[in-house]
Every structure is written in C-alpha cells, then in structure tokens.
C-alpha cells in the first residue's frame, strides 16, 4: 500500500485523510493518518521479519547468506548505530530505519558479545570459535582475482568464451525452446468453487437475467464500517446462515427462537449485529413450513446434516470443486437436500428466477453429496427467506 496516498485505509483503525485547506489551497497530514501510516508500517515490517525467520530457518545443513553493499564502512558505522545500547533486542525504532534484510541481521550480529569489529588481513569478521557463524567481506576487485578472471572490464563485467561443443549447444538450444505440452492446464484454477462455477455458467448463457434481479453478494466490509452503517444484504445472508447452521428445529415458537439467537451471541458463535439482523419471525415460519417440520424430525433422529462441506473432481478435469452444502437429511432411503437463499428478487416470478440461477449449483451439491453418501436424492429445495417459501427444484 502507498503510504502518502492522500487517503490510507486500515481495517480495524478504519480511514486517514489528510488535512485540506481549500481557502488558502494548502493540503497537510493529520494525526489520524500518521497513526495508521505508523501501524501499517509496522505490520509490513513484522510480515518481513517472519518472512526471514522463515528463509533462516529452512536450512538443513549449512546456511549461507549473501549481501551487498556500495560502502562497507557507512554500512559498518549504520549497524553499529542500529546496535548501540543495552538492550538485548534491537530497539523498534532502531529497526524501522533499517534497510533491509541485511541491516537486520548485520545489527544483530554486531550485539553478540563475542564479535570482533576489528578486520583481518584476510577481511573477514570473526565471533569467536564457540559460534558456527563465518563472516567474510569480499570486494568486487577480491572475486573477481580468486575466479581468476583478470581480464575482466571495468564494473565488473567479463566475457565468457563461446561454446564450441556442438552437443551442448544443442541440448541448450532444445531446452530454452522447449514448450510445455501442458500450457493450458497451468491457466486453470486447482480449485474453484461452486459460487464461481454458477457465475461462469451464468456469463456463458445467451439469456441474461438481470443483475437488475438479484442482488450479487459482496466482500465483507471492516469492521468499523459494520459499526456505522449495519450489515449488507450479502452480510445478513451470511448471518442467517450461522443461525441455521446452529438453531434448534424442535424450539419453534418466536420466544424460543429469540432465546435461541440471544444464546448464540453469548456463546460467541454469532455477533450482535449478526443476531439483530435475522427477523425472528422469518426463521419461525422455516420451522413452522411442511420442510421445516420434516428438518425438526430429521434432527430429533439424528438424520439432519448441516453445513456440510465437500471436495470433488470434476469429471475428465484435474480441476477440485468445493463447496458447503447448507442442510440435507435422509429420508425413507434417499437424500433430501435444501439450500437457503437469501437472495431479494425484484420480480414477481420470483420462483422461476431462483430456479433459474441456482439450478446449476445445486447440481454439482446433488453429484457431490450422492458421491460422499453412496445415497440417490430424491428431492431438492430451495428455501427463499424473503418471501418465506420453499421451492421444489425436483
């Protein structure tokens, strides 16, 4: 992120714009923005620290890190300075002005108690012999004499002598034209989901039925805006979703299901702004529906599954579909299925429009689910929440 944007966002800290003047036509920072340029710096800089520690730890018999500097003698006198003090940790400040990667671990080196800064003849920096840790600076001119290449030009450069083995000009002209036969598969995702398939499909078909119809879901926003403004459409969808994932079929009554959604905020599996967000009355009349009924006898059995999650292939593909399947049950030895949509549809046919967008979604739950079950489905429903209904697809 550019830190001297003239607005910067931060996810939990929210928005830092700076100061403008219109009058006078002047523009300066504010306060608001220098704590969050402050903290993201921070967090980018502890994401680099894990970054090292991950490449310094990968080693399984030797470790060997390069670095390279214009000046060695500034570079000395600046990690010297990022070293200074008592403490055993560099100081956070100390580590903001660091450089890089080398200006962390040359300050931290210069700590231990038993590095020498004097340099040898050989140019190397030593800790002493009870550290397995080898120091050596090397100038450009240094390289350059020991690879015995003394006719190298001025900055370093040289030339190398043609190949003059047919074979191996061969075999290196084969391989920097090589192709990989398998091109196209590189562009595919390992895995899609099924939210992306239906999209795909939907953007193929000839017929478009409007975005005008359906509300597309969205990312979720940070917090601070939730605060603010409430949840979106796509967010009380989700929430909606967390409460069937947990409700109890057989507590029907609206008292009992706002004790149930009270319940799940104190139990942290839902927020408070989720729970406010699903009409109570909307999630009676599910329970109270000929499907919902069923759903309560399917769980009072221990037959109710939810929230199912599934990863398959697709057929004659490498590509892996995943998907979670909101609620299915066994019913006289078939597989009874149903998805909830919160989905608001702008038209009276509502029905055909559901049907329309989802049927090919709930497909590939239908092969995935009679994949992991070993079970045929006998039905399929989708149930829309805004209109309080349940639409049979088969």
């Known amino acids: ?11 939990t800290l929210g928005f830092g714009p700076n100061f ?6 002047l523009t300066n920072t504010t306060l608001v923005k220098e704590v969050i340029r402050k903290k993201i710096n921070l967090e980018n800089i502890s994401e680099e620290m894990r970054v090292l520690y991950v490449a310094l730890t990968r080693a399984k018999e030797k ?11 500034k570079s000395l006198k600046k990690w010297t300075e990022l070293s200074a003090g008592e403490h055993v940790k560099i100081l956070e400040g100390k580590v903001e002005k660091a450089g890089g990667y080398l200006d962390w671990i040359m300050s931290v080196l210069l700590k231990h108690k038993n590095f020498c800064a004097q340099r040898t003849d050989g140019k190397i920096y030593s800790l002493g012999d009870d550290v397995c840790v080898k120091l050596e600076i090397r100038s450009k001119k240094g390289i350059l004499k020991d690879l015995s290449l003394n006719d190298a030009k001025p900055g370093g450069l040289f030339t190398l002598d043609t190949i003059k ?30 939210t992306e398939l239906k999209r795909l499909a939907q953007h193929m078909e000839t017929e478009d039925i409007g975005d005008t119809l359906i509300k597309e879901e969205t990312m979720e926003r940070p917090a601070f805006l939730m605060k603010r403004t409430g949840l979106s459409a796509a967010e009380k969808g989700t929430a909606f979703h967390k409460v069937m994932q947990y409700i109890d079929f057989g507590r029907a009554g609206l008292d009992e299901i706002i004790m149930q959604l009270d319940g799940l905020v104190r139990d942290e599996l839902i927020r408070k702004e989720e729970a406010d967000a699903v009409d109570p009355m909307k999630v009676k009349k599910l329970l109270e529906s000929d499907l919902g009924q069923r759903m309560a006898k399917a769980d009072l059995e221990n037959r109710l599954k939810r929230e199912v999650k599934f990863l398959m292939n697709m057929e004659e593909s490498e590509v892996m579909v995943i998907g979670v ?12 299925l149903i ?10 046919d509502y029905t055909d429009v559901l049907v329309t967008r989802y049927r090919e979604q709930l497909n590939y739950y239908k092969g995935a689910l009679e994949s992991i079950t070993g079970l045929v489905t006998g ?8 209109n309080t209904r349940e639409i049979q697809i088969f």
Do not use: W
């Not at 399947?325 to 009874?336: A, M, P, Q, R, T």
């Not at 909830?340 to 549809?345: C, L, R, S």
């Open 1 to 11: 992120m550019d830190l001297n944007r003239p607005i910067i966002l931060h996810e």
């Open 20 to 25: 403008v003047d219109l009058d006078r036509g």
């Open 165 to 194: 083995d047919e074979t191996s000009a061969f075999e290196i002209s084969q391989r920097l034209s090589h192709e990989y036969a398998f091109l196209d598969d590189t562009r595919k995702g390992s895995k899609i989901s099924v």
């Open 63 to 73: 470790l060997i890190i390069t670095g390279q500097v214009k000046d060695m003698e």
């Open 339 to 348: 998805d909830y949509k919160t989905d608001y549809v702008m038209s009276d």
């Open 325 to 336: 399947i909101d609620c299915y049950f066994e019913e006289d030895g078939k597989l009874i």
């Open 379 to 386: 039905e399929i429903y989708i149930y829309s929440v805004p």
